[in-house]
């Protein structure tokens, strides 16, 4: 789930160690497996493959899938799927705009998957290109702050080419154009900066602020989403106030 909110990212990191262990770990391996497929599988000549492999460790998939997913990827083992990376646009309830990116083996279970989960959740699907222009494709790096400031973030990648640096309670969000998302990284690297993930991601161009209800519906469909197996990432434009979060967190 991205978005400026506070409560969505603290939402998503739970969702991490939950029941929805199992489809994440999946995931995960799907992005090394094709990311060493596309640029090789020498992480340190494929920065690609690097940020999935770190991101998955982050996340506790252990070294031995790891391994695997990249030698299946890079040809040194069978058994790699053919993985075709499909974007869906949608509306959510209240004309929240939804972007889901799929990676499957099979286009029509995805398609499929992803027109149930909408109708069944206050969404409908939309043609391509009504709802992808509202959003842009960056660099995206989290970080936890483990007593840091946005300052001292800032400091360490305003060169690499960082646009900005956003709070997100716990944890920075820096925002760069998918091109300097390495320097940016390397940046963090160079100034002992621990860093999460890094990854190519969208944001939405303009937000549309929703009240309580609206974003629980919101979150209701993202949920759901993320339940399908070819289902890699969901976007929205929805923007949480700290006030309507702060109703969330009640819940």
């Known amino acids: 789930m991205s978005g400026h909110s ?12 939950d029941a929805k262990r199992g489809k994440l770990f999946a995931k995960l391996i799907k992005n090394i497996e094709v990311a060493a497929r596309t640029g090789g599988s020498d992480p340190d000549g494929n920065p690609t493959l690097y940020d999935a492999i770190q991101k998955a460790k982050k996340s506790s998939v252990p070294n031995d899938n790891i391994e695997r997913a990249r030698k299946r990827g890079g040809g040194e083992e069978a058994g790699g799927a053919d993985w075709q990376t499909i974007m ?10 939804v972007l889901i990116e799929c990676l499957t083996d099979n286009r029509n279970r995805a398609a499929g998957e992803v027109r149930v989960a909408m109708t069944r959740n206050g969404g409908s699907m939309a043609d391509p290109g009504s709802v992808s222009y509202l959003f842009h494709r960056k660099g995206i790096v989290n970080l936890e702050k483990n007593g840091l400031s946005e300052d001292d973030v800032l400091m360490a990648v305003l060169d690499a080419g960082a646009e900005e640096v956003n709070d997100l ?7 760069s154009e998918p091109t300097d998302l390495i320097a940016v990284r390397s940046a963090l690297q ?3 900066m621990d860093y999460e993930s890094a990854e190519s991601g969208f944001q939405p161009s303009m937000s549309v602020p929703v009240d309580a209800d609206t974003a629980r519906k919101v979150f209701k469909l993202v949920d759901a989403l993320e339940d399908s197996d070819d289902v890699q990432n969901v976007f929205t434009n929805v923007d949480i106030s700290d006030e309507v979060g702060a109703q ?4």
């Open 169 to 175: 309670g716990d944890s920075f969000e820096i925002i």
């Open 248 to 251: 969330l967190e009640n819940d």
């Open 6 to 17: 506070k409560w969505a990212t603290t939402k998503h990191k739970k969702a991490g160690i």
């Open 190 to 192: 160079a100034a002992g």
């Open 88 to 97: 869906y646009e949608g509306y959510g309830p209240n004309g929240v705009a």
